[in-house]
C-alpha cells in the first residue's frame, strides 16, 4: 500500500511522499501518534520506519545499528523504553544480582580499575587478573608478568593498574611498566622502566597512550604508524606528580594534565613545561580531566586561612579558570568531570558530603551526607549518584529527590567506582597490605582477599 502512495493530502494540497515525510521528521512520538488516527495515509507516513529508528537515535537507543537491522522501529523504541523504565525500577529498589570476585588466600589487593564491564585487579603477589564481568561462563586470565619465573625472590608489588578498550597496563613497585593487549595474548606486548617508584599512571580513555609519572619525570609512550613503541614525550616536573590524567579525544600528540602538590601542568610535545595553575601553599586534593576543561580541588590553609576549600574548573585551550567552586571546611577527596552528564560535576569531601555543581553556576545543585569517614568516589548521571566512603559504604541516591535508595557496606574504602545502565561495579582495596590476625603471631589471610 505504501509504495502506491505518491500524492499525500496535505490540507488543501497534494504533496509528494518524500515532502510530507520531511514535515513529518519534525514530530515527536505522540504527535506521530495522533497524525496515525487521521486517516490511512496519514497514518501510512506516521508509522514510516526513517521517522521512528530518527527517534530512536534521537533517545540515545540502537546507536551502532542502521535502519535495515529492525522490521519495526516503533515497536524497537517501546521495548527499548521498557526496558529502561525497568532499570530504572531495579536501581531504586536494589533488584539485580550481586557477584563477587574473589582471589585465593594471603594475596592483598593494591589496585583496581575497569572499562565497560572488564575488570582489571593488581595484588601484593604482583599478579595482575582480568575479569569480564559481562559474560560470567569465564576463568579469570593472569596476564604475565615482566619479571620471568626463573627471576629471583619474590615478585614486586603492583602499585597501579589501568585498562580501556584495548589494552591493559600495570605499575611495579621497582618502577617497571607492563602494557598487554587485549586482543593478544597474555604477553606483555610493551615494557618500560622508570629508575624510582611511580606515583601516578594514566591511561587515555581510547586508544594507546600511556603516561607515568616517577620521582621528577612524566613519560608518555605510545605507538607508531607500524605498532612500534616509542616515548612521545619526556617532561621535567618541579616537584612529585600526585595526580595524572590524559586529555581524551585529543588528535595529534597526546596531551596530559599532571598535578604536582600545589603545581597543575598541562603537559604537551609543543609546550613542555606550561603551568596551568599554581598557588604557593594550596596543594591540590583531587583531578579529574575532559576532552576540553580540568577538575581539580584545592586546600587552603596557613594564610589563607579565610578562604575555603574549592573546586577549579579550567579550560585546557585557553588555560583560563572558569569557575570556583564550593565552600568547604574539608578537602576535596574525589571528583568526577568525565563520567558526568554535561554541564555537571560530581565531587566527595572530607566533611562527608557528596556534592553536585552545575558548571553554568558557582554554587551546589545538592549536597548529600552519609558517610562516616569521607568520600573516596563518586559518579553520577541524569538522575542517580553512586558513592563510596573510606568507612567502605557504597550509597546510591536520587539526585533529584535528594535522598538515599540503598547502600550496602564492606570492610575496606572504596578505592574504585564505576556504573552504567545495567551493573555497578565498587572495589574495597586496603590501606594495611600485610594483613594479620587476632595475634601478633597470627598471620589471617582470609580478611583481605575479595
Not at 548521571?381 to 536520587?398: A, N, P, R, T
Not at 533529584?400 to 547502600?407: A, D, F, N, V, Y
Not at 574504602?413 to 590501606?431: C, K, Y
Request: overall charge negative.
Amino acid at each position: 500500500f505504501q509504495n502506491e502512495i505518491n500524492e499525500v493530502p496535505f490540507f488543501d494540497v497534494q504533496l509528494p511522499y518524500e515532502l510530507a515525510l520531511k514535515i513529518f521528521q519534525y514530530l515527536g512520538k505522540a504527535e506521530l501518534g495522533r497524525c496515525a488516527q487521521v486517516s490511512r495515509t496519514w497514518k501510512v507516513l506516521a508509522e514510516d520506519e526513517v521517522l521512528w529508528y530518527r527517534l530512536c537515535q534521537q533517545e540515545g537507543y540502537l546507536l551502532d545499528t542502521s535502519i535495515s537491522d529492525q522490521s519495526c522501529w516503533k515497536l524497537a523504541l517501546r521495548n527499548c523504553r521498557a526496558r529502561e523504565r525497568t532499570l530504572k525500577t531495579n536501581w531504586k529498589n536494589r533488584i539485580g544480582a550481586v557477584s563477587q570476585l574473589p582471589y585465593e588466600l594471603g594475596k592483598v589487593l593494591s589496585d583496581v580499575h575497569s572499562w565497560d564491564g572488564v575488570v582489571i585487579a593488581g595484588y601484593t603477589s604482583g599478579e595482575v587478573r582480568l575479569w569480564d564481568t559481562r559474560t560470567w561462563d569465564y576463568t579469570a586470565p593472569i596476564l604475565e608478568p615482566v619479571h620471568g619465573p626463573g627471576d629471583a625472590g619474590p615478585q614486586p608489588h603492583v602499585s597501579f593498574v589501568r585498562i580501556n578498550s584495548s589494552l591493559a597496563v600495570a605499575a611495579y613497585e621497582d618502577g617497571t611498566i607492563s602494557v598487554w593487549s587485549l586482543m593478544f595474548g597474555r604477553e606483555p606486548i610493551h615494557r618500560y622502566q622508570h629508575n624510582q617508584r611511580i606515583q601516578a599512571l594514566a591511561l587515555g580513555s581510547e586508544g594507546a597512550t600511556v603516561a607515568t609519572a616517577s620521582g621528577f619525570e612524566v613519560k608518555v609512550e605510545s605507538p607508531d604508524d607500524r605498532g612500534f613503541w616509542q616515548t612521545t614525550g619526556t617532561f621535567e616536573i618541579q616537584k612529585l606528580v600526585n595526580f595524572l590524567n590524559l586529555v581524551p579525544d585529543v588528535t595529534g600528540s597526546p596531551v596530559a594534565v599532571a598535578a604536582a602538590e600545589d603545581i597543575v601542568y598541562l603537559l604537551k610535545a609543543e609546550d613542555p613545561g606550561k603551568i596551568l595553575h599554581s598557588v604557593y601553599g594550596q596543594p591540590v586534593t583531587c583531578l579529574d580531566v575532559s576532552a576540553q576543561e580540568a577538575a581539580f580541588g584545592v586546600k587552603t590553609f596557613g594564610w589563607l586561612l579565610n578562604e575555603p576549600n574549592q573546586i577549579l574548573l579550567y579550560n585546557l585551550e585557553t588555560s583560563q579558570c572558569l569557575k570556583k567552586m564550593g565552600n568547604s571546611i574539608g578537602d576535596f577527596t574525589c571528583v568526577n568531570l568525565q563520567n558526568s552528564p554535561p554541564n555537571m560535576l560530581v565531587t566527595g569531601n572530607k566533611d562527608r558530603r557528596v556534592r553536585v555543581f552545575d558548571l553554568r553556576k558557582s554554587e551546589s545543585l545538592c549536597s548529600l551526607y552519609a558517610h562516616q569517614l569521607g568520600v573516596s568516589a563518586v559518579q553520577m548521571d541524569d538522575w542517580k549518584i553512586v558513592s563510596g566512603g573510606e568507612e567502605g559504604l557504597v550509597c546510591v541516591w536520587d539526585q533529584r529527590m535528594g535522598t538515599k535508595l540503598w547502600e550496602m557496606h564492606a570492610r575496606h574504602p572504596v578505592r574504585h567506582l564505576w556504573f552504567n545502565s545495567h551493573s555497578l561495579i565498587t572495589a574495597n582495596i586496603p590501606d594495611e597490605k600485610t594483613p594479620r590476625g587476632a595475634s601478633i603471631m597470627d598471620d589471617d589471610l582470609t580478611v583481605h582477599r575479595k
